[in-house]
């Protein structure tokens, strides 16, 4: 049975019972347009559903953080990332087979058609997949969820759902805790492939994170490595 902290309901996801109960209560959240926080194989993350730019706008605010810096996008499976970039090429196509699920987003034109707002894109989307099984399930019953690190901008990114819950509060309708994520909590490496059309191609790191350069490099060894930090 889910608790309750200052009207938000938070569920123990490490009890198979809270499972069936958990699963619905973020999926209702999401369709009502409101933010779930969720584990991932980096750190936590919040949540909101990617086509509802009022969602988006409250994902951004619970955060503290302006349309400047737009949430990433989670999707179930590389099938989904063909719906929304606008080209995947065959460079991407094997950074995607190389690292996802896992901790690899990758910045890349969206679908010019798609109907959402998740602040200056630029016409970009950054995508992945991540490697944790609940927000898998949850992904694949939802679709894509706009997701960014569950904390106040410039507070530690948060390893476990109590962490979250300490900084965003009643913000978050509903707290999926699946335990303290393993590691250090080292976010993803985020790759701008906006470039990568070829396999000599530039890639940009956007930030170095979960993945090195010399695993990048290790796929692509051909492609022209910038790294922004």
Same mark, same amino acid.
């Given at each position: ?37 969720? *584990? ?31 949430? *990433?996008?989670?999707? %179930? ?13 065959? %460079? =991407? ?7 996802? %699920?896992? *901790?690899?987003?990758? =910045? ?72 303290? =994520? ?22 940009? =790191? ?14 692509? %060894? ?8």
């Amino acid at each position: 049975m889910a608790e309750h902290f200052d009207g938000s309901e938070y569920f123990d996801c490490s009890d198979s019972s809270q499972l069936l109960a958990a699963s619905r209560a973020a999926r209702q959240a999401l369709g009502r347009g409101e933010l779930v926080v969720l *584990p991932t194989d980096t750190v936590y993350g919040v949540g909101a559903d990617a086509f509802d730019s009022a969602a988006v706008a409250k994902l951004l605010a619970a955060k503290g953080r302006g349309r400047t810096s737009p949430p *990433p996008v989670l999707i %179930p499976g590389t099938a989904t990332m063909q719906a929304l970039a606008a080209e995947v090429t065959q %460079p =991407v196509k094997k950074l995607a087979d190389a690292f996802w %699920p896992g *901790p690899l987003t990758m =910045v890349m034109f969206a679908q010019p058609s798609l109907v959402w707002d998740l602040g200056e894109t630029q016409g970009t989307v950054a995508l992945r997949i991540p490697n944790h099984p609940l927000t898998l399930e949850l992904l694949r019953e939802t679709g894509p969820l706009a997701v960014s690190s569950a904390n106040i901008t410039g507070q530690p990114a948060a390893k476990s759902a109590i962490e979250a819950q300490r900084m965003l509060t009643d913000s978050v309708a509903v707290y999926l805790d699946a335990g303290e =994520v393993s590691g250090e909590g080292t976010p993803s490496t985020i790759l701008d492939v906006t470039e990568l059309n070829s396999p000599t191609g530039k890639l940009r =790191v956007l930030r170095l994170g979960a993945i090195s350069v010399a695993e990048i490099t290790a796929v692509l %060894p051909d492609a022209e490595v910038i790294t922004e930090e």
